[in-house]
């Protein structure tokens, strides 16, 4: 049997290399996991170019205390590419696990095959069973359809363990069954962070650690795609049984070669077969306008989607000749869309925009369109090549683990190990009783009362920070004999109390990472108290990030961190208090007096030299990452001070230029370089604070659905009009007429160079700084300066000029000054974070 399995696993590597000689197939993508599974048979199986090991081999462990292996005849299975597999089975009657051993850690596809057929007392058809991993549910209540056709569910998991364990477990007096399996790993930049949702329109981050179920996988306008000419062996279906208005469309092959372009999608996003074929929209006539091409997908209610669109322009014949629009449901999803301009400047490149929808039809319907664009001159025309349907939050209900269990001949040697271990653990227990009750009958001293021992000592860079105060005081004091606020583990009850139990009356604001409360501390202390939302898309990393870096950050421009709590799976972030709230509230969206010119300018500045501070106060610059009018906070002299550091980033090292990362931001603010090439610098933040001296000036918000669709993005909008030096037009109303026209010269030419398309052509946020300085300058000393584009650069003002980052830093805090950045780790310090249960 061995010899005969051998002999077909050389034909099939001849086969397959024959293919790859001649071309039939895309380059292989070379997985680190490939684990393949015939699951209840004694025999490997061959399908297309792969080969599924048999499930009693030692590339898994099966861990099963009653298992059938079921096989039926040939003749039962339905013709289909997967055929073989389902002529066996394993069958189990309690909670049963199949356990694999992860190379690599990321994305993965895990594939699960059902074929029901009856075997002996086994009828497969009236299974139900649930089946998950450790930390997700795949399905629960599941029972195979009915129709004697073959299942195949497919999952996309970033699996961060080194063992994935697959729990089947029967539910009530059924049992469970599969019949194969494919566990394997991806590119973990398949599905990136960031996508946009629909409804309501805004940036969608967290997307990289979700688990998806696949729901429909399409090759529009093309023929099915096979697992075989897949670089990451996935099938794609025809379109027929989805499209609904077939006489407006015409299918359309391209027999040229597809440019790829770097940025843009990867032969592993969808193979050729799917960009070089696609469905286009026609007219009727020459006059009659073209009806949208619409597609609809049964789904489940009221749930999630990540919905991909496939495009490539495989129809133009010249640049910027196709414009039209993308439709989810009955939300506009993209408008106008020219995919020459999404092609680096050439055609027939490979393109994919994500879109979420976040919560579907309730009628269980969920309908994709293709729309002909409204602007003048425009063809009536559209396109799609393919498309991908992929279920958000799937995990339902409890995970249950069967781990392997231990061989016999290990049974002795670990009942005894146990019987010590007890033994030993119950003398521990008794030592530490006798040393308790001696240690207590001590008498107290003075100062031993008063300290209590809820306050943890926190240890940061190798610097501890011990409290010196009772139990509800913010003050402390460093080891190394400077004064000042430093950051403390702040008891869950202490918050309660300073918040009345988190009432809801006195939230003043909500983010991304929770709601924030106004509360006050015994000893007077007004502080804002940041609670991390269970449902949040931040969450542990945010949270170390936001404690490892304000723990050292001392500048009166930048939120001082107070103290923290992890109580109860709790992550909770206390900060200095700012009376006057954030530069968004005071801009628009709330009947607060209008700021003056002069303190808006002011407001700036003061951002600016925070900012400034962050990229050039340490060995390595910090990237913030999150820079929007929210995130600048007024105290209550209404000086400005930049906030929420749970998306800031060490910059890149001396002989690089840039940090590869996941995309993060706020969408409106972000980086078009950075979303566009997933590589992060400091002139990321230059841009997004180019974006707030626009809300500044205009008093409007980043992204208004509600404007007309040319005013929609602020960035856009507003950049045609200084780029016409009419910027004057689009001032808020209430200070167009106190701004001096120079002032106004020089602070459109600042906001213009931040927004430059490329990184290389911004300026550093020091030129920035200055350049605002000059602004405030020009309004307050009229036309009476000379030569304006004098102070244009940092390099042209005096040295001492230029430490005005460093010189903001508070004297009681110089020590923060020399921490190197680049070294920070959590070490013993951070491991009562580690544990993310419940998040």
Request: aromatic share 8%; net charge neutral; with cysteine.
């Amino acid at each position: 049997m061995g010899t005969a399995t051998n002999e077909r696993k050389l034909a099939v590597v001849f086969l397959w290399s024959i293919s790859v000689l001649s071309g039939t197939c895309n380059a292989e993508f070379t997985p680190a996991d490939n684990y393949l599974i015939n699951c209840g048979s004694t025999v490997d199986a061959s399908v297309g170019r792969r080969v599924f090991e048999a499930d009693n081999s030692k590339s898994t462990i099966l861990t099963s205390h009653q298992s059938v292996a079921a096989n039926t005849f040939l003749d039962s299975v339905p013709a289909s590419d997967y055929a073989v597999l389902y002529q066996t089975a394993r069958i189990f009657g309690v909670p049963s696990s199949y356990s694999f051993k992860m190379k690599s850690r990321g994305r993965h596809f895990v594939r699960l095959h059902f074929f029901s057929f009856k075997y002996q007392s086994y009828d497969l058809a009236v299974a139900k069973f649930k089946v998950s991993t450790q930390d997700a549910v795949l399905l629960d209540n599941f029972t195979p359809p009915s129709n004697s056709s073959p299942v195949v569910r497919e999952y996309s998991l970033n699996i961060t363990r080194g063992m994935l364990i697959l729990t089947f477990v029967p539910l009530g007096n059924s049992t469970s069954f599969i019949n194969a399996i494919e566990v394997i790993s991806v590119p973990d930049d398949l599905i990136l962070d960031l996508g946009q949702s629909v409804n309501p329109i805004r940036q969608y981050a967290g997307l990289a650690a979700q688990p998806f179920q696949t729901f429909y996988r399409i090759n529009v306008g093309g023929r099915k795609v096979t697992a075989d000419n897949d670089t990451l062996w996935r099938s794609w279906d025809t379109d027929q049984s989805f499209f609904l208005n077939s006489t407006t469309t015409q299918t359309v092959t391209y027999e040229g070669k597809l440019n790829y372009q770097r940025g843009a999608a990867t032969e592993e996003d969808a193979p050729d077969s799917v960009y070089n074929t696609a469905r286009r929209l026609v007219a009727q006539n020459n006059t009659a306008s073209a009806s949208n091409m619409t597609w609809q997908f049964n789904v489940d209610r009221r749930a999630s989607y990540l919905i991909r669109f496939h495009l490539c322009d495989i129809v133009s014949k010249a640049m910027a000749a196709l414009y039209f629009d993308v439709y989810v449901d009955r939300w506009s999803a993209a408008e106008d869309l020219d995919l020459s301009e999404k092609g680096f400047g050439t055609l027939a490149v490979p393109y994919y925009t994500d879109v979420i929808l976040e919560s579907s039809d309730p009628s269980g319907k969920l309908s994709v369109s293709i729309g002909p664009s409204s602007l003048n001159n425009v063809a009536q025309d559209g396109i799609l090549n393919g498309l991908e349907i992929m279920k958000m939050n799937i995990s339902t209900g409890t995970v249950e683990i069967v781990q392997p269990p231990p061989s016999q001949k290990r049974e002795l040697p670990i009942i005894l190990g146990s019987i010590l271990a007890v033994c030993a653990a119950t003398a521990v227990a008794i030592l530490c009783f006798v040393l308790r009750r001696k240690k207590n009958k001590k008498p107290q001293t003075a100062s031993t009362s008063r300290t209590s021992s809820a306050w943890t000592p926190l240890t940061l860079n190798g610097i501890s920070f011990l409290s010196t105060g009772t139990r509800t005081t913010s003050r402390t004091t460093l080891t190394s004999g400077t004064n000042g606020d430093a950051t403390y583990q702040i008891p869950f009850v202490v918050l309660q109390e300073a918040t009345n139990h988190f009432d809801e009356q006195m939230i003043i604001g909500v983010g991304g990472f929770g709601k924030v409360y106004k509360a006050v501390l015994q000893d007077g202390t007004k502080v804002a108290v940041k609670r991390g939302n269970h449902k949040s898309h931040q969450g542990i990393k945010e949270f170390r990030t936001e404690i490892e870096l304000l723990s050292g950050l001392r500048h009166r421009h930048l939120v001082s961190l107070i103290g923290y709590c992890n109580e109860h799976n709790e992550m909770i972030l206390v900060y200095e208090y700012m009376e006057k709230g954030t530069l968004k509230g005071h801009l628009y969206g709330s009947d607060i007096p209008a700021l003056s010119w002069k303190k808006r300018v002011e407001i700036c500045i003061g951002a600016a030299r925070g900012l400034h501070y962050l990229h050039t106060g340490f060995a390595k610059s910090i990237i913030h990452r999150d820079v929007k009018s929210a995130n600048i906070l007024l105290d209550e002299n209404l000086m400005a001070k930049v906030s929420d550091f749970g998306l800031s980033k060490t910059g890149p090292e001396l002989d690089q230029t840039h940090v590869s990362t996941a995309v993060k931001g706020s969408f409106g603010y972000l980086d078009p370089e950075y979303y566009r090439r997933q590589k992060l610098t400091d002139k990321s933040d230059v841009y997004s604070f180019g974006v707030v001296l626009l809300e500044v000036i205009c008093a409007r918000p980043v992204i208004d659905p509600s404007l007309p669709r040319e005013m929609i993005n602020l960035a856009e909008w507003a950049s045609k009009w200084q780029k016409r030096g009419e910027l004057d037009q689009i001032v808020d109303q209430r200070i167009a007429g106190t701004i001096r026209p120079e002032s106004l010269r020089k602070y459109g030419e600042t906001v213009e160079k931040c927004l430059a398309e490329y990184g290389v052509d911004r300026p550093t946020m020091g030129d920035v700084l200055w350049n605002l300085e000059f602004v405030l300058q020009l309004q307050e000393s009229g036309p009476d300066i000379t030569n304006i584009d004098s102070m244009n650069q940092i390099s042209e003002l005096p040295s001492e000029a230029r430490r005005v980052g460093s010189l903001e830093i508070s004297t009681a805090d110089e020590s923060h000054t020399n921490i190197n950045y680049s070294q920070m780790s959590t070490n013993d310090a951070f491991s009562q974070l580690m544990n993310t249960e419940g998040r």
